[in-house]
């Protein structure tokens, strides 16, 4: 107990070298050293690719507006969501001119969306406080020093807002991507209630693990009728990183995206069964730094 109070304290030093860092941060959450010289499990695979791995693309990929010009480019914006507005400031939001339902986010970080089902019922000066909140924050310090965010620009994005029909939330499905072959989709259902997760393969067979603190379906979910256009997408938006989530949507048989991360759970949700963290490690195949650098700078493809 002493030792895990002390690595909160550490923890909460952001501008530690971030090699150390991740170490303090690592085994505050798993009560385990952390090997960067030989990271085996998947989140400790994670935490190395915080450090080491800094292509600038992955600065466009993580940022909620920028990311959209590389799907319209990869696959066609006909998978984007609407977007309605982009505001530096909460003040540039005209909230008149948008619809009675919408979906506002920050661009910057996770976690940061605020879904409008009925304009009539939002109060605006505390939606413009919240906001505020947002854009004073770096997703970088805020968590465990998660590279690719450090540098963005702080914005707000407005989306459409979208909904399956019987369903008092979407499912969202998270595609592990590595080097560019997606292996299994994390689907999560009911967020706001009991917020359910399991895990597939592309075959949809439900998979023997879990990951983060959810329960599982007690069934298997219906598989999407529009699953294999998924799988397209999500191979050719992962293609030349060593490991990459791709989230999407299925909205009445048409796919939407969601977002990219190179950082689930920022490398500190365990698996269930524990074993699986390391089969899922053992897909990473971790990229060589070049001899005269500390850090990768390029993506591979």
Known sequence: MIRKAYLGILK???FIDPELYVKIYYEYYFNKKLDLHNPITFNEKI???KVFYRPKILN???DKFEVRSYVSEKVGQEYLNE???LASSSDQIDFDKLPDQFVVKATHGCNS????TDKRTLNVLKAKLL???WLSRNQYYRGGLEWAYKDIQPRLIV???IEQKNQCSLNDYKFYCFNGTPTYVQVDMDRGQEHLRSF???DWELQPFNKGCFHKWKDICPKPANFNTMIEIATKLSVGFPFVRVDLYNVEGKTIFGEMTFYPGDGRQPFTPPEFDEHMGKLIRLPKIPSENRFITQAFS
């Open 12 to 14: 909460r030093m952001k």
């Open 47 to 49: 935490q190395w690719l």
């Open 60 to 62: 466009q990929l993580v």
């Open 83 to 85: 977007l309605l507005a």
């Open 113 to 116: 969306n605020l879904v409008v």
């Open 131 to 133: 906001f505020k909140k």
């Open 159 to 161: 989306e459409r807002f």
């Open 200 to 202: 597939y393969n592309m």
